[in-house]
């Protein structure tokens, strides 16, 4: 069984500020890790993951996450935010090799500030 | 990239009827989908996984006879809440793998259900 977490809850930053939302997971197997991201009333979007190879993956609209084994983490981070990152953001962990049983972690709501 | 559609996006409904969500892969075939519930301020539980041609299997906790899974093609499964109360009133979201190169897990957008 594996388990993720994600312990902030909420993270308030001001526009063109950094920003790491944190993400530890817990597993007895190796694992894919994933970012989605989910606008109000809306469904899942996958933001980035990690399946394989360079332990630093990133999205096409400026997030990067790298994926620490040894911490057991896959914090995602941005340099510079945007209004538009507003949003809710999940961490997902499940075993390497399928899809089968996708753990989400509670969520994180960025919330960006002008 | 490939689409998972899901309907309806929104659904009030009396107490005591019963609700069915679709969730339809537009451009491949799906063997499996998954079917998730979140609660307000929550993360998405699984409540089922759903195989195209057999009886879904359910999360420990899920009621079988209460949310009714039917995956009759490999491009449509459906979820039916059964004598639906209040506190059945959430957001349903399904997902569904794409066998083939690239990715793999691919989410609907979701059905806000709520029971008045």
């Known amino acids: 069984a594996q388990s993720v977490t994600q312990l902030d809850s909420q993270v308030p930053v001001f526009e063109e500020a950094p920003v790491e939302l944190r993400c530890n997971y817990s597993?007895?197997?190796?694992?894919?890790l994933f970012w989605y991201v989910q606008y109000p009333n809306q469904g899942l979007q996958l933001l980035l993951k990690?399946?394989?190879?360079?332990?630093l993956v990133e999205s096409i609209n400026g997030f990067e996450a790298e994926f620490n084994k040894s911490q057991t983490s896959f914090h995602l981070r941005k340099p510079s935010v945007h209004i538009s990152d507003t949003a809710e953001y999940f961490c997902?962990?499940?075993?390497?090799?399928?899809?089968?049983?996708?753990?989400f972690g509670t969520g994180t709501k960025l919330q960006v500030i002008p | 990239g490939a689409v998972v559609s899901q309907h309806p996006s929104r659904v009030i409904c009396k107490s005591g009827t019963s609700v069915k969500i679709e969730c339809r892969s537009l451009?491949?075939?799906?063997?499996?989908m998954f079917w998730y519930r979140q609660f307000p301020k929550q993360s998405l539980m699984l409540m089922a996984t759903?195989?195209?041609?057999?009886?879904?299997?359910?999360e420990q906790g899920v009621e079988k006879d209460k949310f009714l899974i039917n995956h009759a093609s490999l491009t449509l499964s459906t979820l039916t809440v059964t004598s639906a109360h209040p506190e059945d009133s959430s957001f349903y979201i399904c997902?569904?793998?794409?066998?083939?190169?690239?990715?793999?897990?691919?989410f609907g957008s979701g059905t806000q259900l709520s029971v008045l």
């Open positions: 597993s007895s197997v190796s694992v894919y």
């Open positions: 759903s195989n195209e041609g057999s009886k879904a299997t359910y």
């Open positions: 990690y399946l394989s190879g360079s332990t």
């Open positions: 997902s569904a793998i794409r066998d083939r190169e690239g990715e793999k897990l691919f």
């Open positions: 451009d491949f075939q799906a063997t499996t």
């Open positions: 997902a962990v499940t075993p390497s090799g399928g899809y089968q049983k996708v753990t």
